[in-house]
């Protein structure tokens, strides 16, 4: 069984930053594709950024130029890097994984925007 563990979320103010971590039990490259997703209180999950098995990325419209996806082979570990955080960035953000028709979902990390 896959097992994904997020973590690096917290509490930060307006405009401040975080990294957030998941760390794979496979290697990650055995996956087609790899993402972040957040669900904020009474909204559906909706997809951050994502990262396909050939290092191609996708971000949604209000991730670009503030969030990046990134990943590590050898710890097998995908990373999220966000900027300029905004109230409405308060979610709890999710990593996906992806191979063929399974996917896996992490237990997921709480980011609380806030002054």
């Known amino acids: 069984q896959v097992q994904l563990v997020e973590s690096g979320g917290g509490l930060v103010q307006p405009g401040g930053s975080l990294r957030l971590s998941c760390a794979a039990s496979?290697?990650?490259?055995?996956?087609?594709?790899m993402g972040w997703y957040r669900q904020a209180p009474g909204e559906e999950r909706e997809l951050v950024a994502s990262?396909?098995?050939?290092?191609?990325?996708s971000y949604a419209d209000f991730a670009k130029d503030r969030f990046t996806i990134s990943r590590d082979g050898p710890s097998n570990t995908v990373y999220l890097q966000m900027g300029n955080l905004k109230a409405l960035d308060t979610a709890v953000y999710y990593c996906?994984?992806?191979?063929?028709?399974?996917?896996?979902w992490g237990q997921g990390t709480q980011v609380t925007v806030s002054s």
């Open positions: 996906n994984a992806r191979r063929l028709s399974k996917y896996w």
């Open positions: 496979e290697n990650i490259f055995d996956f087609n594709y």
């Open positions: 990262i396909n098995v050939g290092g191609v990325t």
